[in-house]
Protein backbone atom coordinates (compact mmCIF):
# COMPACT_ATOMS: atom_id res chain seq x y z
CA UNK A 1 0.00 0.00 0.00
CA UNK A 2 1.62 3.38 -1.08
CA UNK A 3 0.40 6.69 -0.10
CA UNK A 4 0.98 9.93 -2.13
CA UNK A 5 3.32 12.54 -2.09
CA UNK A 6 2.87 15.77 -4.40
CA UNK A 7 4.86 18.44 -5.19
CA UNK A 8 3.48 20.73 -8.29
CA UNK A 9 4.85 24.04 -9.78
CA UNK A 10 8.50 23.41 -9.68
CA UNK A 11 9.95 26.03 -11.91
CA UNK A 12 12.93 25.30 -14.20
CA UNK A 13 15.18 26.68 -16.93
CA UNK A 14 16.19 24.89 -19.43
CA UNK A 15 17.26 24.38 -22.55
CA UNK A 16 15.30 21.73 -24.18
CA UNK A 17 14.14 21.55 -27.37
CA UNK A 18 14.63 20.32 -31.21
CA UNK A 19 15.58 24.00 -32.43
CA UNK A 20 18.33 25.66 -32.26
CA UNK A 21 17.02 28.78 -30.79
CA UNK A 22 15.33 26.62 -27.82
CA UNK A 23 18.70 25.37 -27.26
CA UNK A 24 20.53 28.70 -27.69
CA UNK A 25 17.66 31.24 -25.45
CA UNK A 26 16.44 28.66 -23.04
CA UNK A 27 12.82 28.46 -21.75
CA UNK A 28 10.90 27.67 -18.45
CA UNK A 29 9.74 24.54 -17.70
CA UNK A 30 7.16 23.70 -14.96
CA UNK A 31 7.47 19.69 -13.19
CA UNK A 32 4.72 18.00 -11.51
CA UNK A 33 5.67 15.20 -9.20
CA UNK A 34 3.17 12.23 -7.72
CA UNK A 35 5.60 9.72 -6.02
CA UNK A 36 3.89 6.68 -4.20
CA UNK A 37 5.33 6.48 -0.68
CA UNK A 38 4.55 4.35 1.90
CA UNK A 39 4.33 7.05 4.70
CA UNK A 40 3.39 4.69 7.33
CA UNK A 41 7.37 4.43 9.11
CA UNK A 42 7.34 8.55 9.01
CA UNK A 43 3.87 8.62 10.69
CA UNK A 44 4.88 6.57 13.84
CA UNK A 45 8.29 7.81 14.24
CA UNK A 46 8.11 11.32 13.08
CA UNK A 47 10.95 10.98 11.38
CA UNK A 48 12.71 12.58 8.10
CA UNK A 49 14.91 9.59 7.78
CA UNK A 50 11.47 7.57 7.32
CA UNK A 51 10.05 9.45 4.28
CA UNK A 52 11.21 11.29 1.13
CA UNK A 53 13.17 14.48 1.93
CA UNK A 54 11.04 16.22 -0.90
CA UNK A 55 13.09 19.17 -0.55
CA UNK A 56 16.33 17.60 -1.71
CA UNK A 57 14.17 15.71 -4.32
CA UNK A 58 12.69 18.93 -5.43
CA UNK A 59 16.22 20.43 -5.96
CA UNK A 60 17.62 17.30 -7.55
CA UNK A 61 14.94 17.47 -9.96
CA UNK A 62 15.41 21.11 -10.92
CA UNK A 63 19.43 20.39 -11.30
CA UNK A 64 18.02 17.16 -13.70
CA UNK A 65 15.96 20.14 -15.38
CA UNK A 66 18.77 22.50 -15.62
CA UNK A 67 21.88 21.13 -16.89
CA UNK A 68 22.56 18.55 -20.18
CA UNK A 69 19.71 19.62 -22.88
CA UNK A 70 17.84 16.92 -24.50
CA UNK A 71 15.76 17.37 -27.80
CA UNK A 72 12.15 15.87 -26.36
CA UNK A 73 10.29 16.73 -23.15
CA UNK A 74 9.69 12.61 -23.30
CA UNK A 75 13.41 12.48 -22.55
CA UNK A 76 13.29 14.91 -19.61
CA UNK A 77 10.28 13.02 -18.01
CA UNK A 78 12.00 9.79 -17.97
CA UNK A 79 15.10 11.46 -17.00
CA UNK A 80 13.00 13.28 -13.85
CA UNK A 81 11.65 10.05 -13.27
CA UNK A 82 14.25 8.25 -13.23
CA UNK A 83 15.54 11.12 -10.18
CA UNK A 84 12.89 10.86 -8.40
CA UNK A 85 13.09 6.73 -8.04
CA UNK A 86 16.54 6.86 -6.75
CA UNK A 87 14.86 8.24 -3.74
CA UNK A 88 14.60 4.87 -2.03
CA UNK A 89 11.62 5.23 -0.04
CA UNK A 90 9.81 6.15 -3.48
CA UNK A 91 7.72 3.05 -5.26
CA UNK A 92 6.12 4.83 -7.92
CA UNK A 93 6.33 8.10 -9.96
CA UNK A 94 3.81 10.26 -12.10
CA UNK A 95 5.76 12.75 -13.39
CA UNK A 96 4.31 15.62 -15.83
CA UNK A 97 6.66 18.29 -17.87
CA UNK A 98 4.85 21.27 -18.94
CA UNK A 99 6.58 23.54 -22.06
CA UNK A 100 4.05 26.35 -21.70
CA UNK A 101 6.17 27.99 -24.23
CA UNK A 102 6.61 25.64 -26.62
CA UNK A 103 7.20 27.34 -30.51
CA UNK A 104 3.65 26.57 -31.72
CA UNK A 105 2.29 29.19 -34.49
CA UNK A 106 -0.87 28.85 -32.11
CA UNK A 107 -2.73 30.19 -29.48
CA UNK A 108 -2.72 27.64 -26.16
CA UNK A 109 -2.13 27.51 -22.51
CA UNK A 110 0.35 24.48 -22.14
CA UNK A 111 2.14 21.58 -23.65
CA UNK A 112 2.29 19.04 -20.83
CA UNK A 113 3.31 14.88 -20.66
CA UNK A 114 2.97 12.84 -18.06
CA UNK A 115 4.47 9.65 -17.55
CA UNK A 116 4.23 7.10 -14.45
CA UNK A 117 7.37 4.32 -14.13
CA UNK A 118 7.60 2.03 -11.18
CA UNK A 119 10.90 1.35 -9.56
CA UNK A 120 11.25 -1.86 -12.07
CA UNK A 121 10.57 0.36 -14.87
CA UNK A 122 12.68 3.21 -14.33
CA UNK A 123 15.51 2.38 -17.01
Not at 11 to 23: A, I, K, L, M, P
Not at 48 to 59: H, I, P, Q, R
Not at 76 to 95: F, M, S
Request: hydrophobic share 40%; with cysteine.
Amino acid sequence: MTDTLQIRGIECFGHHGVFEFERREGQVFVIDLELGVDTRPAALSDDLAETVDYGTLTLAVKAAVETDPVDLIETLAQRIAAVCLLAHRVEWATVTVHKPHAPIDATYSDVALTITRQRSQSS
